[in-house]
């Protein structure tokens, strides 16, 4: 028998500033930065997780956080968790309908909040039937805000006690909670465990994962308030990386000056980033340093194999597929290259890095067909992927919707793939036709409900077609009544969907047609409107 040892999210804290006290949190701070180190980062952590006990916040209780990717926002990443509470980050860019249901569904008694952001809080405050206290992430002449009961980051910190006092908590306790968008419906709530984040981040950390070690300068510009933040953060202060956070709203020039200031050796985010990173230096013609990059890792959806040669000709830098999703915590695989396949043609091993990987150890992976049945792994076979593992939710939070995605133990992705005989997953569609724009899901179906609410619209279908920028965007199909009140127009449309909406679901273009194509049992057959409208980016 071996020792019983809770995996723990305050275990990787303290292990950071006793291994690594010297090691550093970089963040961007307007046109400096601010720098202290896990040693630090410890002590802060502590101050916040004493200041919320003060403010009545126990075991089980959910802390929000509103937030860029920074400093403060990493203290908020474990200072619920050391005193048994949970930390749930918001994503900033959702409808205010969806944000205000997430808040008010995950029962959130305290928001954490970047000052730039208080307006959008403000906006939905009166619909806020649980949050307690306003925290505003910043010094005390920037709470500036109309939210009751708001108090200063900076001031609360300085009154709380600095001595560490974690919570005794099972290793199975919920420490974390995301929302992942829903194909129809509203998001839903999915919870993290310590014991899944701690062996999710030992997993991540691996030589055929993200291969880090402490002696790497890891930048996440996928957002924190986004799926963990692909764990990063987690992961990061476990092998005592330095972690370089971009702030508030990067570009690609901050990316770029970043990388070349603090030496950045690996850097994650989606693939419309890495897209305007490429175009923003062939733009400005400035020559940065880049040479300390030698990892991009992208997730979110698939890379142009354009793209993935355009880094390897003009900056030596592999960009490396991962794949996973909010209910995985979210890293299923990660594409590395196996020994075996070292003798694979340039061009072979190039359409092999735009595959999504083989899967982590510990996760099970099955590929299951149509009519239920195993498909095989010979790379032209497809399924839809279900997995299982230490850190795969088991359901949604509070959510009927739970009994069809997880069945008999194993999670129904909803992606369909293939998978090659070596274990290489490829992604070939999307269930139930969603977009995803710049590595976010939007639903079609939401899209065609509004639109079809319009008086003088029949029918509707939302379809993805490629851009060259955010990968996929919505296109809307519309059939308009055959007596209207004037002219429809995509004005028209836009405007009226537009207050239901987060800009970026909007569809870029409206086209008119006399009738949405059917199939046999009725329903709008969207695979023949992509062939039609496939060109039309």
């Given amino acids: 028998m071996t020792m019983r040892y809770e995996l723990l999210a305050q275990r990787i804290l303290e292990g950071a500033a006793v291994r690594f006290p010297k090691k550093e949190i970089i963040t961007r701070v307007g046109e400096g930065t601010h720098r202290y180190t896990y040693a630090d980062l ?30 403060r926002h990493l203290e908020a990443y474990f200072a ?6 949970v930390t749930h980050t918001i994503n900033i860019r959702l409808a205010a309908d969806d944000m ?15 000052p730039d952001l208080a307006p959008l809080i403000e906006a939905i405050a009166d619909r806020l039937t649980n949050v307690r206290h306003f925290i505003i992430m910043g010094e005390p002449d920037e709470v500036g805000t109309t939210l009751p009961n708001a108090v200063s980051y900076e001031t609360l910190l300085a009154a709380a006690s600095p001595e560490f006092r974690p919570e005794d908590v099972d290793e199975y306790s919920t420490m974390g909670l995301c929302y992942t968008s829903a194909t129809t419906g509203l998001p839903k709530a999915v919870a993290y465990s310590h014991r899944a984040v701690y062996l999710h981040s030992m997993a991540a950390a691996m030589t055929d994962m993200f291969a880090l070690s402490e002696r790497d300068r890891v930048m996440a510009v996928v957002p924190m308030f986004h799926a963990n933040c692909w764990g990063m953060p987690y992961v990061c202060t476990l092998i ?7 702030g508030v709203r990067p570009d690609p020039r901050v990316i770029c000056e970043l990388v070349e200031q603090e030496g950045v050796t690996l850097s994650a985010g989606v693939p419309t980033i890495w897209i305007a990173v490429l175009d923003y230096l062939e733009r400005s013609g400035i020559e940065y340093d880049m040479s300390s990059l030698r990892q991009i890792v992208s997730g979110g959806s698939a890379v142009p194999l354009a793209i993935l040669q355009a880094y390897r000709d003009r900056l030596g830098v592999e960009v490396t597929h991962a794949y996973g999703m909010t ?25 092999l890095c735009a595959k999504q990987g083989t899967v982590a150890p510990g996760i099970e992976t099955k590929l299951v067909d149509e009519n239920g049945q195993e498909a095989e792994w010979d790379g032209e076979q497809r399924g839809e992927l279900w997995f299982r593992g230490p850190w795969i939710a088991n359901e949604y939070i509070d959510d009927e919707r739970s009994g069809e995605t ?3 133990g194993w999670y129904h992705s909803g992606d ?3 998978i090659d005989r070596d274990g290489y997953i490829q992604i070939v569609d999307r269930v139930k036709d969603m977009v995803k724009s710049g590595g976010e899901w939007i639903s079609s179906v939401d899209l065609e409900s509004e ?34 009140s004037g002219p429809l127009t995509k004005d028209a449309i836009l405007e009226f969907i537009q207050p239901k909406f987060a800009r970026w679901w909007l569809p870029d273009d409206v086209v008119f047609i006399d009738e949405i194509p059917k199939t046999s049992v009725g329903k709008f057959d969207k695979k023949v409107l992509r062939e039609r409208f496939e060109s039309r980016a």
């Fill in 42 to 71: 410890l002590t802060r952590t502590a101050r916040l997780g004493n200041a919320l006990r003060e403010l009545g916040v126990g075991v089980g209780d959910r802390v929000g956080t509103f937030a860029w990717n920074n400093y």
């Fill in 80 to 85: 619920p968790a050391t005193i048994g509470a």
């Fill in 100 to 114: 205000a249901y997430i808040i008010n569904h995950a029962g959130d008694k305290v928001l954490l909040i970047d």
């Fill in 240 to 246: 005592g990386a330095n972690q370089i956070m971009p």
């Fill in 327 to 351: 209910e995985a915590a979210p890293l299923i695989s990660v594409n590395r290259r196996r020994s075996w396949l070292d003798e694979l043609s340039e061009q072979e091993q190039l359409e």
């Fill in 406 to 408: 997880f069945v008999d």
């Fill in 416 to 418: 369909i793939a293939s």
């Fill in 451 to 484: 639109i079809m609410a319009h008086p003088d619209v029949l029918e509707a279908a939302v379809i993805a077609v490629p851009h060259p920028q955010w990968q996929e965007r919505p296109l809307a199909c519309v059939v308009a009544r055959a007596e209207t």
